[in-house]
């Protein structure tokens, strides 16, 4: 997969590679071809193919890769850098479920050959991220950053109409559909910044790091803001109204771990806590970011994982 037409690979590139050497200092986005059926998904690869894999799942709210500077530090603690755009983001072709997403994800491993995955879960994308920690004979460790899991979380968001906007999305189509217009119209009206920094207004790193990285953000805004009302929908309803999937003790025997930041909210880290232990999940705070905290507190992450894996 991977590869247009006859073109041959660089030298040093794996099974998924089109970019060579250059993406040991660049980030670039590229999209694999998987399967008979060529399903596109996009993913971004920095680092050098014998370094150990660490996979981002990007989520609704921030569908980009981890910054520069942050990929520099991993390569130097061992670990290359993935992040897959999830079915119905970006360049990557749509499905129909959470456990189809986990099954495409699941053979670009495969026809990448990559071993030893440290996977990082964020946000939205913790659904799917819970199945492959499961199932994937490649995951060996996981990390479930800013994870709902089951529990009713519409009180946490701020403002108001933004959680009351979210709620719709589960009612309906229709409601999904005016829900994601009415956000749509807010980020055109008022720009990107205005529209994360007001949305992630209960931590101050989060802030922060909209702040610090406006191209980013610019790109999340330009990614997330195009999915489609089935993705939406898809993406969201398994965290507003509960995954079956996540019954009690399911990650007992699981190599995982279970983040979130000391700036959230107290109601927030009492929910996180109960459910985490409900499923066996050890718990972690990094000090700074909330929806964002594997990227604000990149630093204390990968500190972290060289403590729980052999880099």
């Not at 981002?56 to 942050?70: D, R």
């Not at 800013?146 to 933004?162: I, K, L, S, T, Y």
Request: glycine fraction near 10%; hydrophobic fraction near 40%; proline fraction near 5%.
């Amino acid at each position: 997969m991977g590869l247009p037409g006859n073109q041959s690979r660089p030298a040093r590139a794996n099974h998924l590679d089109q970019v060579g050497d250059k993406k040991r200092v660049l980030r670039f986005w590229q999209t694999a071809k998987i399967g008979e059926n060529g399903h596109a998904l996009e993913y971004m690869q920095f680092g050098g193919d014998h370094l150990r894999p660490l996979v981002f799942l990007t989520s609704i709210e921030y569908p980009v890769a981890p910054p520069w500077g942050f990929c520099i530090d991993a390569a130097n603690a061992g670990f290359g850098v993935f992040s897959i755009r999830r079915p119905g983001f970006g360049a990557s072709d749509t499905v129909t479920s959470v456990d189809q997403q986990a099954a495409v994800i699941e053979a670009f491993f495969d026809e990448g050959g990559l071993e030893n995955i440290t996977l990082v879960a964020v946000g939205s994308a913790n659904p799917v991220g819970a199945r492959l920690a499961l199932k994937s004979r490649r995951v060996t460790f996981s990390v479930f950053a800013n994870c709902v899991f089951n529990r009713d979380v519409m009180g946490e968001f701020r403002p108001a109409w933004f959680g009351r906007l979210l709620s719709q999305t589960t009612e309906s189509r229709a409601g999904a559909r005016i829900s994601l217009g009415a956000i749509r119209q807010a980020g055109r009206q008022f720009g990107s910044q205005w529209f994360y920094q007001t949305c992630f207004q209960k931590s101050p790193g989060d802030v922060s790091y909209v702040k610090t990285f406006p191209r980013e953000m610019a790109e999340a805004w330009e990614v997330a803001s195009a999915i489609s009302t089935e993705t939406y929908q898809q993406e969201l309803y398994p965290s507003l109204k509960g995954d079956p999937f996540l019954r009690d003790g399911l990650f007992s025997s699981v190599p995982c771990l279970a983040i979130s930041g000391l700036e959230t909210t107290e109601t927030w880290k009492t929910g996180f806590e109960a459910e985490a232990n409900r499923l066996g999940i050890p718990v972690s705070y990094l000090s700074s970011g909330d929806i964002l905290v594997p990227y604000q507190s990149g630093t204390e992450l990968l500190t972290l994982l060289k403590t729980k894996v052999a880099a």
